[in-house]
């Protein structure tokens, strides 16, 4: 399982026009299934994703995680997080969870990471998503349950 963690001020998800999800300071994660992931990927990108301490306590100090300001999670389906572009031009998805699969490990993902308490809004798996964001810092962190990285 592949996430890319954005420390947002704001950010909304919209599909045809409409906005399905919104959050204000906290957390944008894209998250990407891989073909053989399980709960134990879901648990570590989830608890590490809480975690990370990436934002700044009164010192200026990235000490702070999105728990500890009771900040608010976006979390939007990415399978292009497998695209594996090492051969020609054109990404191979070879490495991403079927859809149907990768759906059951998102929905179950987002149950987890709701057990924190903290506002969790989605974006609609499988459709065409506008996602707007104001990145703060700018601040992004890549993390893969694989350890890969």
Do not use: H, W
């Amino acid at each position: 399982m592949r996430a890319v963690i954005q420390r947002i001020e704001r950010a909304a998800v919209s599909v045809s026009g409409e906005t399905v999800g919104s959050v204000k300071k906290g957390l944008l994660i894209f998250l990407g299934v891989g073909k053989g992931d399980d709960e134990q990927d879901i648990k570590y990108i989830a608890d590490k994703a809480l975690a990370l301490r990436i934002f700044e306590d009164e010192d200026g100090k990235m000490n702070l995680s999105v728990t500890d300001i009771g900040g608010e999670l976006l979390v939007i389906s990415q399978f292009t997080l497998y695209g594996d572009c090492r051969k020609g031009r054109r990404p191979s998805f070879d490495f991403a969870m079927p859809p149907k699969d990768a759906n059951i490990m998102y929905e179950r993902f987002v149950e987890y990471i709701k057990k924190s308490g903290l506002k969790t809004e989605t974006g609609i798996f499988g459709a065409d998503m506008q996602v707007e964001l104001v990145n703060d810092g700018p601040v992004t962190i890549n993390l893969d349950s694989k350890k890969l990285y």
